[in-house]
């Protein structure tokens, strides 16, 4: 299976050596894929979405309503992808950039920053959550969310300052809201960076969640199931 990673940024050099880029963090995450490089945040796109078997889109520091061109024209290949029946997994901007995309809306969370270790509660089992798992634990960054979902979306887990943690549109898209690619050294170090925008008392808390486990490689059968068909 050739899946295509959609590059919405890329992590900044002082940052890099942690885990690398985001074309090294999710081959990392899911080593037996065989990953073609697109970055599209500079304008470098598939010819078409036949070219892939299937698509992981990134996060990013841009929102999804940002007037950008790279990102209109992300909106129309998702729409492509999505016509097209090709399996998708959109993480953190991927997964608000498939709800936008798809007919919902996005837009800064009354809740604010979520960062660090969140514990989500599953609303829906599916085939391809194997091992089954009634919750999960995976890191988060981010601000904006899904504030109206897609016609033909299901929500399939959720947080209590993330309403719509996890969902799908149809049978071939998928959204996951926290980051299953990040190493926790990672987000230890941008929480750190930020927190002047974060704010103290959430980048504080966000760190100390740091301590606690992560389904990292739970998520990672998941998003391999399901890009998989199974």
């Not at 024209?73 to 998702?78: C, G, M, P, T, W």
């Not at 798992?133 to 033909?152: A, G, R």
């Amino acid at each position: 299976m050739k899946v295509g990673l959609l590059e919405c940024d890329h992590v900044g050099e002082q940052f890099r050596h942690i885990g690398g880029d985001y074309r090294d963090m999710f081959p990392a995450l899911l080593p037996n894929l065989r990953f073609e490089l697109f970055d599209v945040c500079n304008g470098h796109f598939p010819e078409s979405a036949d070219e892939c078997d299937a698509y992981i889109c990134t996060g990013s520091k841009y929102s999804v309503y940002d007037d950008i061109p790279w990102i209109h024209r992300l909106k129309s290949f998702v729409r492509d992808i999505h016509s097209t029946q090709k399996p998708f997994v959109g993480i953190c901007f991927g997964h608000q950039m498939m709800g936008e995309a798809l007919g919902g809306k996005v837009r800064k969370a009354e809740a604010g920053w979520c960062v660090g270790v969140h514990s989500f509660s599953l609303l829906q089992q599916e085939e391809w959550m194997a091992p089954p798992e009634k919750e999960y634990k995976l890191l988060m960054l981010c601000q904006d969310q899904i504030q109206e979902l897609p016609p033909d979306s299901r929500v399939l887990a959720q947080a209590p300052d993330c309403p719509v943690g996890m969902f799908t549109v149809g049978r071939t898209m998928l959204g996951i809201q926290a980051h299953p690619e990040f190493p926790k050294a990672y987000i230890d170090a941008i929480i750190r960076d930020r927190e002047p925008r974060i704010g103290t008392d959430k980048a504080r808390a966000g760190l100390e969640s740091l301590g606690q486990g992560l389904h990292t490689e739970l998520m990672a059968r998941w998003v391999r199931n399901f890009l998989a068909g199974r």
